[in-house]
């Protein structure tokens, strides 16, 4: 391990391949993965893409071909690859998809997905690697050994460990650090929207209500979400994850009964300071 590496410092890198929606780059690059023959520019600008893969044996190879890759570059044991945000209109449009849904038995576009996913499931299971994606891949059926990251509601969690598989908890609510941090957006750096102040990340308690305890065991823990559209560069990815994280890192260590906001708030002044002298851009605390 060379010094300085993520693993030296404790931090397991998880790369995500996006599929098989948010593809817009590599069909404008490979117009054969594609759904439509009609060349594609790549996305100049976010939001969600139509443009999807198709199902075709050449493209689950290629995309596995893919993973093979990043398997080289990333040791860890999970893999990420998206599933989320594919609209399924250049599916349902599709007569060839149509046909490739009829030929594998199944139900419908989400089931599509589904199968999709759960060749990369297979692949990477044989390669002892762990798949995750966004709770999306619940629908049309799990594959087998996917990790779920519920983004949209907790409840995408606990459907995951009702089915034996595991779940990270990324809900918008609470770990969207995209979202402004004062509802007084004009004295604040633009951002995608939302409202997530510090006190808010803090309230929550993370355990999804409602998941019996025996299932506890398939909630892995939490993440928090950078998107960087708004955030032209790192001192502003600073001020949105800082100091927010530092409340997430206590509400994932934390027995609820030892939480206590006017506690964290007096001593995340320390933590402030520390991050001042390391020179990271935080969002000063509002006034009291
Ligand atoms: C997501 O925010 N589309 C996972």
Do not use: C
Not at 130 to 139: A, F, P, S, T, V
Not at 191 to 205: H, K, M, N, Q, T
Not at 214 to 221: C, D, Q, R, S, V
Not at 233 to 246: D, G, I, Q, S, W
Request: aromatic fraction near 10%.
């Amino acid at each position: 391990m060379a010094e300085g590496d993520a693993a030296d410092r404790f931090i397991t890198v998880i790369p995500e391949i996006e599929m098989p929606g948010h593809s817009q780059a590599v069909v404008s690059a490979y117009p054969e993965l594609g759904v439509t023959t009609e060349p594609v520019e790549p996305r100049r600008n976010w939001g969600v893409s139509p443009y999807l893969l198709n199902a075709r044996p050449e493209t689950i190879a290629f995309m596995q071909n893919v993973l093979a890759e990043v398997l080289e570059l990333f040791p860890g044991p999970w893999i990420h690859i998206g599933g989320d945000e594919a609209v399924k209109t250049q599916w349902r449009a599709s007569a060839e998809i149509q046909a490739r849904i009829k030929e594998l038995g199944l139900k419908d576009e989400d089931a599509l997905q589904s199968w999709f996913i759960q060749q990369m499931d297979t692949y990477l299971t044989s390669k002892k690697r762990r798949l995750i994606g966004w709770d999306e891949i619940l629908e049309g059926g799990l594959a087998e050994n996917a990790t779920v990251m519920a983004w949209r509601g907790v409840n995408h969690a606990v459907s995951a460990a009702r089915e034996g598989n595991d779940a990270v908890l990324t809900p918008t609510s609470h770990t969207y650090f995209d979202y402004y941090q004062s509802k007084d957006t004009v004295r604040e750096p633009l951002a995608i929207g939302g409202f997530l102040p510090l006190d808010r990340v803090y309230s929550w308690e993370p355990m999804p209500p409602g998941l019996e305890p025996a299932l506890e065991k398939h909630i892995l823990g939490v993440q928090a979400q950078l998107w960087t559209e708004y955030m032209p560069n790192p001192k502003a990815v600073e001020y949105m994850a800082y100091p927010r994280l530092t409340a997430l890192a206590e509400v994932a260590w934390s027995a609820p009964a030892r939480k206590d906001f006017d506690d964290f708030r007096t001593r995340l002044a320390t933590h402030l300071e520390r991050l001042r002298i390391l020179d990271v851009a935080f969002r000063p605390l509002d006034p009291k």
